[in-house]
T-cell receptor
Framework: DAMVIQNPRYQVTQFGKPVTLSCSQT?????MYWYQQKSSQAPKLLFH???????NEADTPDNFQSRRPNTSFCFLDIRSPGLGDAAMYLC???????????FGQGTRLTVV | RKEVEQDPGPFNVPEGATVAFNCTYS??????FFWYRQDCRKEPKLLMS???SGNEDGRFTAQLNRASQYISLLIRDSKLSDSATYLC????????????FGTGTLLAVQP
């Protein structure tokens, strides 16, 4: 049974049109991460939540926002997607930040 | 200097070969270390955690050298199914506790 679920698996959006990606977890983990992964590159951390505390990476563009309304759900909002935002977006959870992370299957975003 | 560095490869090895990957990390406060495997267009999956004493899981052996700040992964008797990207993951530690990925090492096992 999937423990970290991302929806949708594939998302096509228009240039400049806001899009929201979702992630849910059944593990009750307190840390949730959003990573962006482009082709042949490592996953790049955008931000993470430690419980309700939001931690933004210094180089994450303002175009990317996140919400975590409760323990189980976390959303990634891209306010005005550009062509350069096309990537795989990976959600992960962990219990504390010193333990292994469990990943969802990712959402592959295409911007047209 | 990158926080977590790996040789991107590719490592092209024949079936049955032994192959080793190294990874260096910059933050001496890091406490946790992992190797993940990622297949093409799939999500990363935990291969093994890395403990100070070193650990082994079948054909896979992971070791940690805190003094030199590197971790290693050894794969013995390589199988075709081992072909994937191997990602070194380190928790940053300190006040900013998060998981940081290396760039990954691509392994191609050939018949």
């Amino acid at each position: 049974d999937a423990m970290v679920i991302q929806n949708p698996r594939y998302q096509v959006t228009q240039f400049g049109k806001p899009v929201t990606l979702s992630c849910s977890q059944t593990l009750n983990h307190n840390v949730m991460y959003w990573y962006q992964q482009k082709s042949s590159q490592a996953p790049k951390l955008l931000f993470h939540y430690y419980d309700k505390d939001f931690n933004n990476e210094a180089d994450t563009p303002d175009n990317f926002q996140s919400r975590r309304p409760n323990t189980s759900f976390c959303f990634l909002d891209i306010r005005s997607p550009g062509l350069g935002d096309a990537a795989m977006y990976l959600c992960a959870t962990s219990q504390g930040a010193s333990t292994e992370a469990f990943f969802g299957q990712g959402t592959r975003l295409t911007v047209v | 200097r990158k926080e977590v560095e790996q040789d991107p490869g590719p490592f092209n090895v024949p079936e049955g070969a032994t192959v080793a990957f190294n990874c260096t990390y910059s933050n001496s406060a890091s406490q946790s270390f992992f190797w993940y495997r990622q297949d093409c267009r799939k999500e990363p999956k935990l291969l093994m955690s890395v403990y100070s004493s070193g650990n082994e899981d079948g054909r896979f052996t992971a070791q940690l050298n805190r003094a030199s700040q590197y971790i290693s992964l050894l794969i013995r008797d390589s199988k075709l199914s081992d072909s994937a990207t191997y990602l070194c993951v380190v928790n940053k530690g300190g006040a900013t506790n998060k998981l940081i990925f290396g760039t990954g090492t691509l392994l191609a096992v050939q018949p």
